[in-house]
């Protein structure tokens, strides 16, 4: 099973809307990461948060890590048409980074 | 530009072939991962090296071989490929510090074609 699991699987707004996306995994991490793709190229890392941090913003985004739930999530606020891409979850497990399904995100302009 | 370039960018080879991908970092990073991208699946590590060790196997066949001759560069050699292993292939870097592998910078990606 995997160790990192997005929610939703897809996500369709208009620009101007807040997108929200979850990851849940199953062991304990030392720090979580998240990752953007555009369509067939590499990923860009975007955030990382460590396991004793709970929040952390960068610019429009925001991230929430609930270690006691072994849950994160990616909030983009005021969406742009340029945000569309896939957004991948990483959970860096002592050494072992395992990557979620992700969720491929569409802004509508 | 992530500082991580990888070539070719498109491959296609038959499954008697040998062909091999390239990798190179220009951040001194000491850590380099190889990763196979299929369509539905999650990102799969194949290998990583560390300080030009490789320090992790992710089960991979053994029609894939990676070489690491220093911190900034990383092969993967193909043979006998399977048309299961048409993938997009992804190369990453990181800075590793007291056991965080830190953020990855991920090259382009070498979409690969077995025929």
């Known amino acids: 099973s995997q160790q990192g699991e997005e929610d939703p699987q897809a996500l369709s707004i208009q620009e101007g809307e807040n997108a929200t996306m979850n990851c849940s995994y199953k062991?304990?991490?030392?720090?979580l990461q998240w990752y953007r793709q555009n369509s067939g190229r590499g990923l860009v890392h975007l955030i990382l948060?460590?396991?004793?941090?709970r929040e952390k913003h960068s610019g429009r985004l925001r991230v929430t890590l609930d270690t006691s739930k072994k849950s994160s999530s990616l909030l983009i606020t005021a969406s742009r048409a340029a945000d569309t891409a896939s957004y991948f979850c990483?959970?860096?497990?002592?050494?072992?980074?395992?990557f979620g399904q992700g969720t491929i995100l569409t802004v509508h302009p | 530009e992530t500082g991580v370039t990888q070539t070719p960018r498109h491959l296609v080879m038959g499954m008697t072939n040998k062909k091999s991908l390239k990798c190179e970092q220009h951040l001194g990073h000491n850590a380099m991962y190889w990763y196979k991208q299929s369509a539905k699946k999650p990102l799969e590590l194949m290998f990583v090296?560390?300080?030009?060790?490789?320090?992790e196997n992710n089960s991979v066949p053994s029609r894939f071989s990676p070489e690491c001759p220093n911190s900034s560069h990383l092969f993967l050699h193909l043979h006998t490929l399977q048309p299961e292993d048409s993938a997009l292939y992804l190369c990453?870097?990181?800075?590793?510090?007291?056991?965080?592998?830190?953020?990855?910078?991920f090259g382009p990606g070498t979409r690969l074609t077995v025929t």
């Open positions: 990483a959970t860096d497990n002592y050494g072992k980074l395992t």
């Open positions: 948060i460590r396991s004793n941090e």
């Open positions: 062991t304990s991490i030392n720090n």
């Open positions: 990453a870097s990181s800075q590793p510090l007291a056991g965080d592998l830190g953020e990855q910078y």
């Open positions: 090296y560390n300080f030009k060790e490789q320090t």
